[in-house]
């Protein structure tokens, strides 16, 4: 079956530790999506990539660092750096090309990080 | 920075009664999408809007796109309480630096009373 896995779904962590989230689709997707989700705030993006080996920041940047080394994959690293780190995280591809710039994003089913 | 406003945050509604949620973006979008993620689970797409003026419907479900492709509603006729979730609209934005940057609205948190 084709999808997106995400690991682990749960995660608890000590401040100051970096923690890395793995996110890998079989689905042949070109576009990768971090998001993070907290109550009341939706979802707001972290890191996109188009293509392997590329990667822009997204709205809330500062504390993550991102990779696309392969097509299928593209982990998410919560840094110490990062103030408030506990939150849902979602990884999302979608098909994208620069002739077609539409396509659903088809979601993981996240992971939920905690950081005691 | 390109941001997708979304209202109403919350609303409660008796089952039977009609629902909409608004979308509005600071910058003209390539499309917009509608997701519903029921409690607990992940974000599941509903429908894309490509064109200006755009409507689409899906049985109670009717989503629009406005003329100048900013703003973007959805609206449930006679809910049910299998309508319960929260409805995400986001946005595509056109072109540039952002090629590729989809931004969600802050969500709409749908609760059907029966």
């Known amino acids: 079956d084709g999808g997106i896995t995400q690991s682990p779904k749960y995660l608890f962590r000590k401040e100051g530790q970096n923690v890395t989230l793995s996110c890998e689709q079989n689905?042949?997707?070109?576009?990768m999506y971090w998001y993070r989700q907290d109550p009341g705030q939706g979802l707001r993006l972290i890191y996109y990539s188009q293509i392997v080996n590329d990667f822009q920041k997204g709205d809330i940047a500062e504390g993550y660092s991102v990779s696309r080394e392969k097509k299928e994959s593209f982990p998410l690293t919560v840094t110490s750096a990062q103030k408030n780190p506990t939150a849902f995280y979602l990884c999302?591809?979608?098909?994208?090309?620069?002739?077609?710039?539409?396509?659903?994003?088809?979601f993981g089913e996240g992971s939920r990080l905690t950081v005691l | 920075g390109q941001q997708v406003m979304q209202i109403p945050q919350y609303q409660h509604v008796q089952e039977g009664e009609d629902f909409t949620t608004y979308c509005n973006s600071s910058?003209?979008?390539?499309?917009i999408q509608w997701y519903k993620q029921r409690p607990g689970g992940h974000p599941v797409f509903l429908i894309q809007?490509?064109?200006?003026?755009e409507v689409k419907k899906q049985k109670r479900l009717t989503f629009q796109f406005g003329e100048a492709k900013k703003n973007s509603s959805l609206h449930i006729t006679a809910t049910q309480t299998t309508d319960v979730g929260t409805y995400f609209c986001?946005?595509?934005?056109?072109?540039?630096?952002?090629?590729?940057?989809?931004?969600f609205g802050q969500g709409t948190i749908l609760t059907v009373h029966p």
């Open positions: 999302a591809s979608r098909i994208a090309t620069r002739r077609m710039n539409t396509g659903e994003l088809f």
């Open positions: 986001a946005g595509l934005h056109a072109g540039g630096t952002s090629y590729g940057k989809l931004t």
């Open positions: 910058t003209t979008l390539s499309n």
């Open positions: 809007l490509v064109k200006s003026g």
């Open positions: 689905l042949n997707h070109d576009a």
